[in-house]
T-cell receptor, first 113, second 114 residues
Framework: SQKIEQNSEALNIQEGKTATLTCNYT??????LQWYRQDPGRGPVFLLL?????KEKRKERLKVTFDTTLKQSLFHITASQPADSATYLC????????????FGKGTMLLVSP | SAVISQKPSRDICQRGTSLTIQCQVD?????MFWYRQQPGQSLTLIAT?????????ESGFVIDKFPISRPNLTFSTLTVSNMSPEDSSIYLC???????????FGPGTRLTVL
């Protein structure tokens, strides 16, 4: 079955620095990969989607890369702010069908002032 | 984007009872999804609910334990039946942004079973 790995340890960085989060996957070739943000007590919020034929996608201070050879996606937040502190989830289109998603456990990001 | 509400936001229930969670969307959607998020874990898909058809359950989840209704294009319910402490979790519903593959999530229902 498909497996998604995200660093379980929290990432602590200083305000203004670039945060880089990693998502690795095995046993699957996804058509696309997505990143979500989840705050405590809230549902996940969609951030970015990148397709298998795309190498990189940007949205404001966010950048996602997708390497289908390495089976890895990197998620970058530039000029990070304390408000960026949250858990970031990686998701792949699920093996159950195009519309379903399989999520990683997420990585908590803590940005200190 | 879709706005999704869930009721209740949280509940504390006794072992052996059942709880029905409601999910309301502000627009008509074809596919709705129910997830479970156990403490420290990621979201696990329970089932996909399409209006007018039986829900499709993922491996490890069965209709007798998690019956789902989908009476129209804006509403769905998930019932957690004969609850045990292992059912303590956050339950989330989501809808697909048609054709994009992305999903919008409700705020979740935090369930504690004693």
């Amino acid at each position: 079955s498909q497996k998604i790995e995200q660093n379980s340890e929290a990432l602590n960085i200083q305000e203004g620095k670039t945060a880089t989060l990693t998502c690795n996957y095995t046993n699957y070739s996804p058509a696309y990969l997505q990143w979500y943000r989840q705050d405590p007590g809230r549902g996940p919020v969609f951030l970015l989607l990148i397709r298998e034929n795309e190498k990189e996608k940007r949205k404001e201070r966010l950048k996602v890369t997708f390497d289908t050879t390495l089976k890895q996606s990197l998620f970058h937040i530039t000029a990070s702010q304390p408000a960026d502190s949250a858990t970031y989830l990686c998701a792949l289109d699920g093996s159950s069908g195009y519309s379903t998603l399989t999520f990683g456990k997420g990585t908590m990001l803590l940005v200190s002032p | 984007s879709a706005v999704i509400s869930q009721k209740p936001s949280r509940d504390i229930c006794q072992r052996g009872t059942s709880l029905t969670i409601q999910c309301q969307v502000d627009s008509q959607v074809t596919m709705m999804f129910w997830y479970r998020q156990q403490p420290g874990q990621s979201l696990t898909l329970i089932a996909t609910a399409n209006q007018g058809s039986e829900a499709t359950y993922e491996s490890g989840f069965v209709i007798d334990k998690f019956p789902i209704s989908r009476p129209n294009l804006t509403f769905s319910t998930l019932t957690v039946s004969n609850m045990s402490p292992e059912d303590s979790s956050i339950y989330l519903c989501s809808v697909e942004d048609q054709g994009t593959g992305t999903q919008y999530f409700g705020p979740g229902t935090r369930l504690t079973v004693l």
